[in-house]
T-cell receptor
Framework: GENVEQHPSTLSVQEGDSAVIKCTYS??????FPWYKQELGKRPQLIID?????GEKKDQRIAVTLNKTAKHFSLHITETQPEDSAVYFC?????????????FGKGTHLIIQP | KAGVTQTPRYLIKTRGQQVTLSCSPI?????VSWYQQTPGQGLQFLFE???????NKGNFPGRFSGRQFSNSRSEMNVSTLELGDSALYLC????????????FGQGTRLTVV
């Protein structure tokens, strides 16, 4: 199956600053890269995803970039707010062939300092 | 519409016992995936079912098994429980097909004593 590495494991930023989380993957055939946010005691929720036919996607304060050559993708959060505090997971398809199932990175605990 | 529902929410079992967890997907979703979440290993993929067929399987021992019914509801079973099986078990449903958004249930917290 796919292997996904995520960095950093903890990220502390001042409210209003930007946060960047980076992930690398191993399978060059992977073509779908979602990001999930998990607040304490809650279920993971999709916040943004990107497919391999685009290099960047934005949704308000959140953006994701993808570099297929280098096999890495990143999550960018601008103008961070207290409600952005959570654990963020990147993911890629566990295996190809059209089946579902994701391999997740180990997660980044984002802390927004007031 | 209703979200993904997992039952029970909490379970306490003894080593050596077996357990069955249930997942009801969002109406219309045909794919159900299962994950184990622990502080040390994070979110790990167990298996995925689509139209009652297992299409994908993660790297877990044979003690972990699952099935899907014709109404897309899914169950997973863990036999001969070990202390290390204590975890949050999450299921996610989607319409099916790589790249379709997966929606997670709230999970079942399993504690093995």
């Amino acid at each position: 199956g796919e292997n996904v590495e995520q960095h950093p494991s903890t990220l502390s930023v001042q409210e209003g600053d930007s946060a960047v989380i980076k992930c690398t993957y191993s399978d060059s055939a992977s073509n779908y890269f979602p990001w999930y946010k998990q607040e304490l005691g809650k279920r993971p929720q999709l916040i943004i995803d990107i497919r391999s036919n685009v290099g960047e996607k934005k949704d308000q304060r959140i953006a994701v970039t993808l570099n297929k050559t280098a096999k890495h993708f990143s999550l960018h959060i601008t103008e961070t707010q207290p409600e952005d505090s959570a654990v963020y997971f990147c993911a890629a398809p566990y295996s190809g062939g059209g089946a579902d199932g994701l391999t997740f990175g180990k997660g980044t605990h984002l802390i927004i300092q007031p | 519409k209703a979200g993904v529902t997992q039952t029970p929410r909490y379970l306490i079992k003894t080593r050596g016992q077996q357990v069955t967890l249930s997942c009801s997907p969002i109406s219309g979703h045909r794919s159900v995936s299962w994950y184990q979440q622990t502080p040390g290993q994070g979110l790990q993929f167990l298996f995925e079912y689509f139209s009652e067929t297992q299409r994908n399987k993660g790297n877990f021992p044979g003690r972990f098994s699952g099935r899907q019914f014709s109404n897309s509801r899914s169950e997973m079973n863990v036999s001969t429980l070990e202390l290390g099986d204590s975890a949050l078990y999450l299921c996610a449903s989607s319409y099916g097909g790589e790249g379709t958004e997966a929606f997670f249930g709230q999970g079942t917290r399993l504690t093995v004593v």
